[in-house]
Structures are given as C-alpha cells and as structure tokens.
C-alpha cells in the first residue's frame, strides 16, 4: 500500500467547531478567513449554495495568498473551506439576524425537524485541483423548553452559526430526538485529492 503523501493544511474559517474536529484529527493547520457577503450570493437548492459559498470563500483567501511560493513548494498545501446552512420548512436558514431571529429559529426546531447542508472544498493549492462534497443530515427533535432557548441565546454562539442551530450543543444535546445521515467527513476529501492529484 502506497504511503500518503505530507501536506500543509490551510483552514479557510473562523469557525470554532471547524478549527475543533481539525485538532481532534490530529492536523497542524494554520487559518486564513475569506471576508465576504455570503447574503449577496444566491442558489435556489442549498445543496448548490454551499458549494458556491465554499467556492467563494476559497477565490478570495486565493487572492490573498502568495499562490508561485505554493507551486513551488516539495509538497503541497491544501486550503480548506466549506459552508453550512438550515433548511427548516423548504426554506435556507443562514446565520439569524438578531436574537429574535435566533429564538424564531429554535423555537420552530421544537417538536419538528429541520435539515443541516454542508459542503466541504479542498483546494489544492500546487496544482490548483478542487474536490468538494456536500451532505445533508435531517434532525428530529424533542420539545426545547423556552429556558434552554433563552440560555442558548444568552450565550450568543448561536447568533454566529447557521440556522442558529448547535446539535452537538451541550444544551441542545437532550433535545435531539434523531439524526438521519451522515457527515462527509473532512479527510475523506483530504484523502481523495492527496491521493488522486498529489
């Protein structure tokens, strides 16, 4: 069996959970963050929007970087974005605007479900290939009494996470009745297009 080869990791986020399941994977990393206005960009299904959004997201972290030092590097470095977004009721949920916002979106969790759509886009950056996947997971849930919204909302990281919605929350945790789906996980990408176009 053919050994994997080493690579340099760049995460393109900010986000917490996504610096998290990097650690828990045992990759060093460094983090470089896209600033863009993830509301002007629009898909109809959201399948097709978190691909956009991860996409978008790695264009400009692209810009910023110094690309000829990548291609000539022994080995390659692969930039990491992705995106997530609701679908509650048909329609995309992206980061609430307000905490009234927040609480209108977990309230209406409560004894429903909702879906997560994620993507994941590895980019690498000494050949310039891109492999992404995206997943869907359908979430059953309990009833959440109002004191563990409002205790979530006190919080606030829900105000910065799409469709305010946490499952692995400890809060929310109990709440959970079902999930239905799976992950794509990161290094199964990882290892596609190391393994493929390395």
């Known amino acids: 069996m053919d050994a994997i080869p080493s690579f340099k990791l760049i995460l393109g986020s ?11 994977m045992g990759y060093e990393f460094t983090i470089s963050t896209a600033d863009i206005d993830e509301k002007s960009i629009r898909e109809e299904k959201p399948e097709d929007l978190v691909m956009t959004l991860a996409e978008a997201k790695a264009d400009t972290i692209l810009q910023k970087l110094p690309i000829s030092d990548y291609t000539k590097d022994a080995e390659p470095t692969l930039l990491i974005t992705a995106d997530q977004v609701v679908v509650y009721e048909g329609a995309i949920r992206e980061k609430p605007a307000s905490k009234e916002e927040a609480w209108e979106f977990i ?68 709440y959970i009745k079902e999930v239905v789906g799976f992950l794509i996980p990161v290094q199964y990408v990882i290892g596609q297009l190391v393994t493929e176009h390395a």
């Open 14 to 24: 900010a986000s917490f959970s996504r610096r998290k399941i990097l650690e828990e």
């Open 107 to 174: 309230k209406g969790y409560s004894g429903g479900h909702a879906a997560t759509v994620g993507s994941v886009l590895v980019t690498n950056l000494k050949t310039g290939f891109r492999k992404g996947e995206w997943d869907r997971v359908e979430i059953y849930f309990h009833e959440i009494p109002d004191e563990v919204i409002e205790k979530l909302i006190e919080e606030g990281i829900v105000l910065r996470v799409a469709g305010g919605l946490i499952i692995e929350h400890p809060l929310l945790l109990p």
